[in-house]
């Protein structure tokens, strides 16, 4: 009997380790048709034979342990920059799949409780409870959507685009019941069983149909050319620069050259997050006299930058994105609103740091949220553009963008070198691609030892600076394209997704008992 459990709890691990293999850099998709369907035939067979929940909490567990374990691994490469946070390496390793996989403990505890009788409606019931925890997990407390089981669809762009309709959620929640949905044949109660088996595997054909139409209608629409360029740089700076007497002149002449600027040519040019070091928004201004050297009245710069408030003698610091002219004049701002956990704040502040935990970021000081997300409108005689501003992190989450669907660009900005040369970047980049798709809108992304890159609302990369080199890309011209579905309703389409399952679920019920 014990090695048999030692034989479960190895298994369940590795299946868990064998989805992530589906993700981003990886992509390994069909490897998710065997490991939702064990899993789910594991403890749909369990679940007639056990009666004990605590143990059925323990299988999801160690499954959501093995797939966050391999593939956010990548986090601790945060903790090695800086002497008083090595320790916390291996904690952090264990205790974030730890903690993650609780949420996939709740689903196949939530599934035990249920407890259908037949196939199909065990089947729908565990893809309804996986779909809502995995929401859950990314609106709870700041929310950590990352790595939704959606993500293996990232290099599939005509299926995925059903996400501009339904979202990533609700795709989310139909992916997992593909997955799952080869397991329905192996354990039918009936042979209709088999026709809810098939509708699952050739739902993806229907998408891809729809993801075709959608790229026929987009690639035929009219194509807008701009008189001028916005300017995205990607870098490959060390942060060893925040640990180091680096002089910041070194580091802004470096960004300068690899940013190449035209006097004559109207440029908006778009550093990465926090690429400055030791400087602020408000000590930009002594940098005044080198900017005014290499660009010109025909430039602007949008600069991921740190920036403070005084109010009551209280300092609130922000994450900041801020435009300048060239001789550095601030035109706009927007303060990041969501905040990274443990990097630039630290959650239950005034217990942990009795403890001695502090933030990785800002000189171990907090950063404080801004007020709310904003469109950033510049109009002048040289440029006219609507941008949305999202700093780093910001760009995860889906359904939180914005409630306005008036704006030209997405504009994320990201300080991606505190994860090395891990998949960390990469799947970061990922969630770049379903935002894109989501709302219909082209995204401009600029990072430092991450992807720079143009996405376009096909989730297409039409230009990027690859992984671990220095460059630029220009954003010229667009093609118009509708506000889709999703932009305009949000997550309230997945909530519809849900009411659809649960009926089913009531439905099949129905007819088993008839």
């Known amino acids: 009997m014990i090695k048999k459990n030692y034989i479960e709890i190895v298994l369940l691990i590795i299946l868990g380790i064998?989805?992530?293999?589906?993700?981003?850099?990886?992509?390994?998709?069909?490897?998710?048709?065997?490991?939702?369907?064990?899993?789910f035939i594991f403890l749909y067979k369990k679940s007639k034979i056990i009666q004990n929940k605590k143990l059925f909490f323990f299988y999801?567990?160690?499954?959501?342990?093995?797939?966050?374990f391999s593939s956010l691994y990548w986090i601790s490469i945060s903790l090695t920059f800086d002497q008083n946070f090595k320790f916390l390496i291996p904690v952090t390793i264990i205790l974030i799949p730890a903690f993650l996989g609780i949420f996939y403990g709740v689903v196949t505890l939530c599934f035990i409780i249920i407890k259908p009788k037949k196939v199909v409606s065990s089947f729908l019931v565990f893809s309804l409870i996986f779909g809502i925890l995995e929401f859950i997990?990314?609106?709870?407390?700041?929310?950590?959507?990352?790595?939704?089981?959606?993500?293996?669809?990232?290099?599939?762009?005509?299926?995925?685009?059903?996400?501009?309709?339904?979202?990533?959620?609700?795709?989310?929640?139909?992916?997992?019941?593909?997955?799952?949905?080869?397991?329905?044949?192996?354990?039918?109660?009936?042979?209709?069983?088999?026709?809810?088996?098939?509708?699952?595997?050739?739902?993806?054909?229907?998408?891809?149909?729809?993801?075709?139409?959608?790229?026929?209608?987009?690639?035929?629409?009219?194509?807008?050319?701009?008189d001028y360029k916005v300017r995205a740089v990607g870098t490959n700076i060390s942060l060893d620069r925040f640990y180091s007497n680096i002089d910041p002149v070194t580091v802004i002449k470096d960004l300068i050259k690899i940013s190449n600027p035209d006097k004559d040519e109207k440029i908006i040019f778009v550093w990465p997050e926090g690429?400055?070091?030791?400087?602020?928004?408000?000590?930009?201004?002594?940098?005044?006299?080198?900017?005014?050297?290499?660009?010109?009245?025909?430039?602007?710069?949008?600069?991921?930058?740190?920036?403070?408030?005084?109010?009551?003698?209280?300092?609130?610091?922000?994450?900041?994105?801020?435009?300048?002219?060239?001789?550095?004049?601030?035109?706009?701002?927007?303060?990041?609103?969501?905040?990274?956990?443990?990097?630039?704040?630290?959650?239950?502040?005034?217990?942990?740091?009795?403890?001695?935990?502090?933030?990785?970021?800002?000189?171990?000081?907090?950063?404080?949220?801004?007020?709310?997300?904003?469109?950033?409108?510049?109009d002048n005689e040289k440029f006219s553009l609507k941008i949305l501003p999202l700093i780093c992190y910001e760009i995860i989450y889906s359904g939180k963008l914005s409630k306005s669907s008036d704006?030209?660009?997405?504009?994320n900005v990201s300080e991606d070198g505190w994860f090395g040369d891990s998949i960390g970047p990469k799947q970061h980049f990922a969630h770049s691609i379903f935002r894109a798709v989501e709302n219909g809108k082209y995204i401009l992304r600029s990072a430092n030892n991450g992807i720079a890159a143009i996405i376009n609302p096909l989730g297409i990369v039409e230009k990027k600076v690859k992984f671990g080199n220095s460059g630029f890309v220009d954003f010229s011209e667009s093609r118009e394209i509708q506000p889709t579905v999703f932009s305009k309703y949000g997550n309230k389409i997945f909530l519809l997704i849900t009411l659809l399952y649960i009926f089913l679920i009531f439905s099949f019920n129905r007819i088993n008992n008839e």
């Open 18 to 39: 064998a989805t992530s293999l589906s993700l981003p850099p990886y992509n390994y998709l069909l490897i998710n048709f065997f490991t939702f369907s064990i899993l």
């Open 60 to 68: 999801g567990w160690l499954f959501g342990f093995g797939y966050f």
């Open 137 to 226: 997990r990314g609106s709870i407390l700041t929310g950590f959507p990352w790595n939704l089981i959606a993500y293996s669809f990232s290099n599939y762009l005509e299926i995925l685009s059903i996400s501009s309709l339904i979202g990533t959620y609700g795709f989310n929640l139909l992916c997992i019941s593909l997955f799952a949905s080869p397991a329905i044949f192996i354990l039918r109660d009936t042979k209709k069983d088999i026709g809810v088996c098939i509708f699952f595997l050739i739902m993806p054909l229907f998408f891809y149909l729809y993801g075709s139409f959608y790229k026929e209608s987009f690639n035929t629409s009219d194509k807008i050319t701009y």
């Open 275 to 378: 690429i400055l070091p030791h400087i602020s928004q408000k000590e930009l201004i002594n940098y005044r006299s080198l900017f005014k050297e290499n660009f010109s009245e025909n430039h602007l710069l949008a600069i991921g930058i740190n920036s403070q408030s005084s109010k009551n003698e209280e300092i609130n610091y922000y994450n900041s994105l801020s435009i300048y002219d060239y001789e550095l004049n601030l035109l706009h701002s927007y303060n990041k609103i969501n905040l990274v956990p443990f990097g630039e704040f630290l959650p239950f502040e005034d217990i942990l740091n009795k403890i001695g935990l502090r933030p990785i970021t800002n000189n171990y000081q907090s950063f404080s949220r801004g007020n709310k997300r904003k469109i950033i409108k510049i």
């Open 407 to 411: 704006f030209d660009l997405i504009i």
